[in-house]
């Protein structure tokens, strides 16, 4: 069964459950009209559909290759950049003065969650360069933004990433990259960087890096570190790519998945590059690209999880086996409906976590209010840990769902596996993830959790009237993760990292039965009986997970040697 993008999912999830309309009310989105967002999301729908979905498997079957230092990108993708390019989707949110629409993010997060679902190893990089256009337009000179983003926006010019270094992991604080002064306000980079993400490509006139690197009076750790622009071709002052930069790929990943996406080895021998933002001020600039690459990648788990229950579904329902009472098939069988009702439930949850995110995200922008703010940076690691973690369960169900065919390549069960087990590595593994909302997130003694908890409670007491048992399950839940999240926060924040994976998976199974409380009120029937399928089967998962928070102390409790006797 060929990719189908979720319009109508879209336009339910924005409508009824996550108050998009809110966004929409704002003087800053009033062009967010209903009409505006229905056109958008139905050619995004169209364009995954026809142009990016037939490239999954090839993009598998070809991958990305280097040959003679040029990489080389799988038939198709350069036609299917060029479609993307020419629509404008990598500029939805940019800004308007620099050739963007200037629409919300919340919509950009729906197109990169249909994008996914279609192929996202072509989905990177567009993802890539929105990081890069938001990070530029944030703390770029104005120099930089007028001859940088009208063409990272047009797609022109595609943008990177390069945090990583053999020995800087998660610690970027550990990277060695140097960046002399060259005496005439550029910089000369020379380092190492693994793991750059379309590190390079054959389509686009130029590709501008992002990379972080120490000055030489920057002290040890990330607070010494500078945000340097390194294209791979020096532009001049109208724009067109020039000399080329002292920069190459040294080699490709023999990844997992994700064949299509070149994940490059990047050489730096006194590259020319640009400060972005001040000196010794790298961290604060790559977290406005990282941030947004964590919704970006908790959207990938999102849209993985779609295509998986898809295909599932696809296969469920044509495929006989056994002796099922009705249509034959496998899906007349109770546990094949569970597995898929699981996944059902689970793709709703998390897609309207991304997506309640992505509305924070639009509402601090509009309003500048802190309390969106704070929503906005409360949600972001939920959003990603548990975008990608439901990901990689729904592809592994789809597995299960097909048996024995699922195992096997050609259905393209696996590849979807393959390519989303990264997911949760990248852009912050999630266990950082976890540790950051434990910690960052619960600085403020909790008071943005706490926000988010009283609304829970009062979308519960409103629903009783309607579905007064889903209301009751959702809103004692809620009150268990009140009483979680007081326990974290009178304890030291470094004593709460032991618990910060379960607490967040916790915390992201009540927000998922809020959801589907929201979404069993609309009065269609379908809705109510998935909501029910999850409050009763799923969001019970969140009490185990925080009564084994007293528990820390059992995983402290083993050391090293007692782990490996």
């Known amino acids: 069964m060929p990719y189908q993008a979720s319009v109508s999912e879209f336009r339910f999830l924005l409508d009824h459950v996550v108050g998009f309309e809110r966004v929409a009310d704002t003087d800053r989105f009033a062009e967010a009209t209903p009409e505006t967002v229905d056109a958008i999301l139905t050619e995004a729908g169209r364009l995954c559909q026809t142009i990016v979905a037939p490239l999954q498997r090839p993009g598998d079957t070809n991958p990305a290759r280097l040959e003679n230092g040029i990489v080389r990108t799988p038939p198709g993708f350069g036609e299917a950049f060029a479609a993307i390019a020419e629509g404008g989707w990598i500029g939805i949110s940019a800004d308007p003065d ?12 729906a197109f990169n969650d249909m994008m996914a679902g279609a192929c996202l190893a072509m989905q990177l990089n567009p993802l890539m360069s929105q990081g890069q256009i938001e990070a530029l337009e944030h703390h770029a000179s104005d120099e930089l933004k007028a001859l940088y983003l009208p063409k990272l926006i047009s797609g022109e010019w595609c943008g990177t990433m390069n945090l990583t270094e053999p020995q800087a992991g998660s610690d970027v604080g550990a990277l060695s990259t140097k960046a002399e002064p060259n005496g005439d ?5 020379t380092g190492q960087k693994i793991y750059i993400t379309w590190g390079d490509n054959d389509f686009s006139d130029n590709v501008c890096h992002l990379v972080l690197a120490r000055l030489p009076d920057g002290q040890p750790g990330t607070r010494g570190i500078s945000l340097f622009l390194v ?23 023999h990844k997992l998945g994700l064949h299509g996406s070149p994940t490059a080895v990047m050489e730096y021998s006194g590259a020319t590059g640009w400060l972005v933002g001040p000196e010794h001020g790298g961290m604060a600039a790559m ?41 034959g098939t496998i899906v007349e069988h109770a546990d094949v409906r569970r597995m898929l009702a699981g996944m059902k439930a689970d793709l709703f949850a998390a897609r309207a976590i991304t997506l309640a995110c992505a509305v924070a995200l639009d509402m601090a922008k509009a309003t500048g209010e802190d309390a969106w703010a704070a929503r906005a940076a409360l949600l972001t690691p939920i959003a990603k840990a548990f975008g990608t973690d439901i990901g990689e369960e729904i592809a592994s169900t789809g597995i299960q769902v097909h048996g024995g065919m699922g195992f096997i390549e050609e259905t393209g069960a696996a590849q979807l596996l ?29 008071e943005a959790a706490f926000r988010l908890i009283d609304e829970i409670c009062a979308g519960s007491e409103a629903a009783r009237a309607e579905q007064p048992g889903l209301a009751d399950a959702v809103y004692d839940a809620a009150e268990s993760l009140r009483d979680a999240t007081e326990a974290l926060v009178a304890r030291d924040p470094a004593d709460r990292f032991a618990d910060a994976v379960p607490y967040l998976r916790a915390f992201a199974r009540v927000l998922g039965g ?45 050391s090293p040697d007692e782990l490996a006797a």
Not at 240 to 247: A, Y
């Open 98 to 109: 620099y050739g963007g629409m200037g629409l919300p993010l919340t919509l950009t997060t």
């Open 185 to 189: 306000g550029t910089f000369a980079i």
């Open 231 to 253: 294209p791979k071709y020096i532009p001049d002052a109208d724009g067109t790519p020039g000399e080329r930069n002292s920069l190459q790929v040294v080699s490709l990943e």
């Open 287 to 327: 977290f406005t690209m990282m941030n947004n690459a964590r919704l970006g990648v908790g959207t990938q788990g999102v849209g993985v999880a779609d295509a998986a229950f898809q295909l599932a579904l696809a296969h469920a329902t044509g495929r006989k086996q056994g002796k099922a009472a009705g249509s």
């Open 418 to 446: 393959r390519d989303v087990r990264v997911t949760s590595i990248y852009e912050g593994t999630n266990g950082i993830q976890a540790m950051d909302l434990v910690g960052r997130k619960l600085a403020d003694k909790g």
């Open 514 to 558: 809020h959801f589907h409380l929201v979404a069993a009120t609309s009065g269609e029937a379908a809705r109510t009986k998935l909501a029910r399928f999850y409050i009763d089967r799923l969001l019970p998962e969140h009490a185990s997970l925080l009564a084994g928070l007293d528990a820390a102390d059992a995983v402290l409790d083993l």
